[in-house]
């Protein structure tokens, strides 16, 4: 028994308990050990004549017998002499893999398509198995041996028997214990799966014998109420794809083909709206392949949603979803990052340098940014379709950064027209806005729960008379997302409920003050009997039809506070409201006779119900609707 070349218990102990999170990856770094040992001896044959190997000759193999409890990975590799399995399995933390780069001169590229770094991964067989038996013959020897260790005291390497070269791997599994169940990996189903999910890509065959059915022969004597006969075969099959989508040209793949692999690999119905590929080489070399969905998932607005983009490396997956890849505005994103240069921790489950990561998050940002901005331009159903879906995203992406996004993703966003009555963009507004409106350097809002509701508002409709066009916001994230980025271009954002918008002509204001000034000793009683409902009572130069408006002064907003009200803060999130008055209408009246007659029972009646029934109009609950009630069939 040779002992390990380290510290061989604790560091061993080190290697199959801590390093490693995830069980199941065994087969990944079994596979990408060989899949290197393949990678090693073709790359020997483009510099050695003598070495003579066709293509049929490099593939990987998986099997497993139940009844043994065993699963073997081999390969047609370079294979490895006695002298190299003492250094590369006896010697912990030593990388094949990586010498062999340094030997010839493949530190900086991928030419041969290597994948090992630590020399560590061939020790998560331990983690699943209780004996490992390693039985290698080199490329070019007669003689082939077999290391064996049961992962705690050392190993044993001894002459052996292999007909052909490379290297077969052989996990002896542990008997189940009542927390994990070793026996869920000796069948068909499960390795197909893991070798489907982390080594699809492996750019060699990876064969294994599976099971299939097939119809037996109708026998001749059978009569016509036959009834059809199966029996099961076993058959030797490839099961990874090997060459990646997004390894490949984009005029060599169709847009059914991409589609396809976006509904296979994301389990989607619907083809997605767009498909982004992308190939970049420089300083850091990627390839990405990204897909906007037509839909946004049942739970993308839960807490349980991740994001992310699933991040291979050298073809082998290393996260399923890498949060880090995405911003939050654009979690909606589904696809794959793969690159060889990240600098992987030495599980090859996470990166050691995020700067690599963050210099490939912010080119995906900007490719996704830029694909956006042509469906917006120029296919306006479909980016309408998106922005459906997903426009809330974008506009939590401003809010959430407290407006610095707003230049990035404000463009993006569309709002409906109350005078056009279609969506548009900020840009196509301030397009068509009126010239008056463009002097004021203002862009317009309600925010309300539907857009019939807010074409009823009464600051609505006058904004509308004057020829100002509003954008209706109908999503609870609205109002903060236009509070958080205050102006856009140099245009500020005005809503029309607030109480210092200022539409009115010079004559109106002048109307508006001569009122005010009128009916001093009115106002006061008004305000006095409302208390603290209200910050103030003001004449509306504005007004209409309606007879009364509430408006919000402060950053507050009437929507915000209704936003709020179903929160755990609703007591605090209250807007300083404003009751403008018409005093135009029909109503001024009774109130200035009410005044006059110093009838405080029936200006009481007034003020309450003017009061309510402005809430009402603008969707907010009032105090006491029985009391409202009573009030207008004393007044009637």
Same mark, same amino acid.
């Given at each position: 028994?040779?002992?390990?070349?380290?510290?061989?218990?604790?560091?061993? %102990?080190?290697?199959?308990?801590?390093?490693?999170?995830?069980?199941?990856?065994?087969?990944?770094?079994?596979?990408?050990?060989?899949?290197?040992?393949?990678?090693?001896?073709?790359?020997?044959?483009?510099?050695?004549?003598?070495?003579?190997?066709?293509?049929?000759?490099?593939?990987?193999?998986?099997?497993?017998?139940? @009844?043994?409890?065993?699963?073997?990975?081999?390969?047609?590799?370079?294979?490895?002499?006695?002298?190299?399995?003492?250094?590369?399995?006896?010697?912990?933390?030593?990388?094949?893999?990586?010498?062999?780069?340094?030997?010839?001169?493949?530190?900086?590229?991928?030419?041969?398509?290597?994948? !090992?770094?630590?020399?560590?991964?061939?020790?998560?067989?331990?983690?699943?198995?209780?004996?490992?038996?390693?039985?290698?013959?080199?490329?070019?020897? %007669? /003689?082939?041996?077999?290391? @064996?260790?049961?992962?705690?005291?050392?190993?044993?390497?001894?002459?052996?028997?292999?007909?052909?070269?490379?290297?077969?791997?052989?996990?002896?599994?542990?008997?189940?214990?009542?927390?994990?169940?070793?026996?869920?990996?000796?069948?068909?189903?499960?390795?197909?799966?893991?070798?489907?999910?982390?080594?699809?890509?492996?750019?060699?065959?990876?064969?294994?014998?599976?099971?299939?059915?097939?119809?037996?022969?109708?026998? /001749?004597?059978?009569?016509?109420?036959?009834?059809?006969?199966?029996?099961?075969?076993?058959?030797?099959?490839?099961?990874?794809?090997?060459?990646?989508? #997004?390894?490949?040209?984009?005029?060599?793949?169709?847009?059914?083909?991409?589609?396809?692999?976006?509904?296979?690999?994301?389990?989607?119905?619907?083809?997605?709206?767009?498909?982004?590929?992308?190939?970049?080489?420089?300083?850091?070399?990627?390839?990405? =392949?990204?897909?906007?969905?037509?839909?946004?998932?049942?739970?993308?607005?839960?807490?349980?949603?991740?994001? !992310?983009?699933?991040?291979?490396?050298?073809?082998?997956?290393?996260?399923?979803?890498?949060?880090?890849?995405?911003?939050?505005?654009?979690?909606?994103?589904? !696809?794959?990052?793969?690159?060889?240069?990240?600098?992987?921790?030495?599980?090859? &489950?996470?990166?050691?340098?995020?700067?690599?990561?963050?210099?490939?998050?912010?080119?995906?940002?900007?490719?996704?940014?830029?694909? =956006?901005?042509?469906?917006?331009?120029?296919?306006?159903?479909?980016?309408?379709?998106?922005?459906?879906?997903?426009?809330?995203?974008?506009?939590?992406?401003?809010?959430?950064?407290?407006?610095?996004?707003?230049?990035?993703?404000?463009?993006?966003?569309?709002? #409906?027209?109350?005078?056009?009555?279609?969506?548009?963009?900020?840009?196509?507004?301030?397009?068509?806005?009126?010239?008056?409106?463009?002097?004021?350097?203002?862009?317009?809002?309600?925010?309300?729960?539907?857009?019939?509701?807010?074409?009823?508002?009464?600051?609505?409709?006058?904004? =509308?008379?004057?020829?100002?066009?509003?954008?209706?916001?109908?999503?609870?994230?609205?109002?903060?997302?236009?509070?958080?980025?205050?102006?856009?271009?140099?245009?500020?954002?005005?809503?029309?409920?607030?109480?210092?918008?200022?539409?009115?002509?010079?004559?109106? $204001?002048?109307?508006?003050?001569?009122?005010?000034?009128?009916?001093?000793?009115?106002?006061?009683?008004? $305000?006095?009997? =409302?208390?603290?409902?209200?910050?103030?009572?003001?004449?509306?130069?504005?007004? &209409?039809?309606?007879?009364?408006?509430?408006?919000?002064?402060?950053?507050?907003?009437?929507?915000?506070?209704?936003?709020?009200?179903?929160?755990?803060?609703?007591?605090?999130?209250?807007?300083?409201?404003?009751?403008?008055?018409?005093?135009?209408?029909?109503?001024?009246?009774?109130?200035?006779?009410?005044?006059?007659?110093?009838?405080?029972?029936?200006?009481?009646?007034?003020?309450?119900?003017?009061?309510?029934?402005?809430?009402?109009?603008?969707?907010?609950?009032?105090?006491?609707?029985?009391?409202?009630?009573?009030?207008?069939?004393?007044?009637?």
């Amino acid at each position: 028994m040779r002992k390990f070349k380290t510290e061989s218990k604790k560091l061993l %102990d080190l290697m199959i308990n801590s390093i490693y999170t995830n069980k199941e990856i065994f087969l990944r770094e079994l596979i990408s050990n060989a899949s290197d040992a393949v990678d090693k001896l073709y790359f020997k044959s483009l510099t050695d004549s003598s070495i003579q190997i066709g293509k049929d000759d490099l593939f990987i193999s998986v099997a497993f017998d139940p @009844e043994a409890r065993t699963i073997t990975v081999s390969d047609t590799g370079i294979g490895m002499t006695a002298d190299e399995l003492e250094k590369n399995l006896g010697t912990i933390a030593h990388s094949g893999s990586q010498e062999f780069k340094a030997e010839n001169d493949l530190a900086e590229t991928d030419a041969a398509g290597v994948i !090992g770094q630590f020399g560590v991964g061939f020790y998560s067989s331990f983690m699943v198995a209780k004996r490992v038996r390693v039985v290698s013959k080199a490329y070019g020897s %007669d /003689e082939a041996n077999a290391w @064996e260790s049961n992962g705690i005291d050392g190993y044993t390497i001894e002459p052996a028997e292999k007909a052909e070269h490379g290297t077969e791997i052989t996990l002896f599994m542990k008997d189940d214990t009542d927390e994990d169940s070793y026996t869920a990996y000796l069948n068909e189903y499960e390795l197909r799966h893991l070798i489907q999910q982390y080594s699809n890509y492996v750019r060699y065959p990876i064969k294994m014998e599976v099971t299939k059915s097939r119809e037996k022969a109708k026998p /001749e004597d059978a009569g016509d109420d036959y009834t059809p006969e199966y029996e099961d075969y076993t058959e030797v099959v490839t099961i990874n794809s090997m060459i990646p989508i #997004w390894k490949r040209r984009k005029s060599e793949v169709s847009d059914e083909d991409y589609n396809e692999f976006y509904k296979s690999n994301f389990h989607d119905f619907e083809d997605p709206l767009r498909s982004i590929s992308v190939h970049a080489e420089g300083a850091l070399t990627y390839d990405a =392949l990204l897909f906007i969905p037509g839909r946004a998932p049942f739970d993308m607005y839960s807490r349980d949603f991740e994001k !992310g983009l699933a991040l291979y490396s050298s073809n082998v997956l290393i996260m399923d979803k890498c949060a880090d890849l995405l911003p939050d505005y654009y979690n909606f994103v589904r !696809g794959i990052v793969d690159s060889a240069d990240l600098t992987l921790n030495i599980s090859r &489950e996470t990166l050691q340098r995020n700067s690599q990561l963050h210099a490939i998050a912010n080119k995906v940002e900007k490719k996704i940014t830029s694909e =956006l901005e042509k469906m917006r331009d120029n296919e306006r159903e479909d980016y309408e379709k998106f922005f459906q879906a997903f426009g809330r995203s974008l506009k939590f992406g401003v809010y959430q950064t407290y407006g610095s996004k707003t230049d990035e993703l404000a463009p993006l966003f569309l709002f #409906w027209s109350a005078k056009d009555q279609k969506l548009v963009t900020l840009d196509e507004y301030i397009e068509v806005m009126d010239p008056e409106q463009k002097d004021k350097k203002e862009i317009y809002y309600a925010a309300g729960e539907s857009r019939d509701t807010l074409m009823t508002l009464p600051a609505v409709k006058s904004a =509308l008379k004057k020829g100002y066009d509003v954008l209706l916001c109908t999503e609870d994230v609205d109002e903060f997302t236009i509070q958080s980025m205050r102006a856009y271009k140099e245009f500020n954002m005005k809503n029309v409920t607030s109480a210092d918008l200022d539409l009115a002509t010079e004559d109106e $204001k002048k109307q508006a003050a001569d009122a005010t000034k009128e009916n001093e000793e009115l106002f006061a009683a008004i $305000k006095k009997l =409302l208390g603290d409902k209200v910050s103030d009572v003001v004449v509306s130069p504005t007004l &209409e039809d309606a007879p009364s408006a509430i408006a919000a002064k402060g950053m507050l907003s009437l929507e915000m506070e209704r936003v709020l009200a179903q929160g755990p803060d609703a007591e605090r999130a209250k807007a300083q409201r404003v009751l403008q008055l018409n005093a135009k209408h029909p109503v001024f009246e009774k109130l200035k006779a009410a005044k006059a007659a110093d009838d405080s029972e029936k200006l009481g009646l007034y003020t309450e119900l003017l009061y309510d029934q402005a809430l009402l109009v603008e969707r907010m609950p009032i105090e006491d609707p029985v009391a409202f009630a009573e009030a207008i069939c004393k007044l009637m």
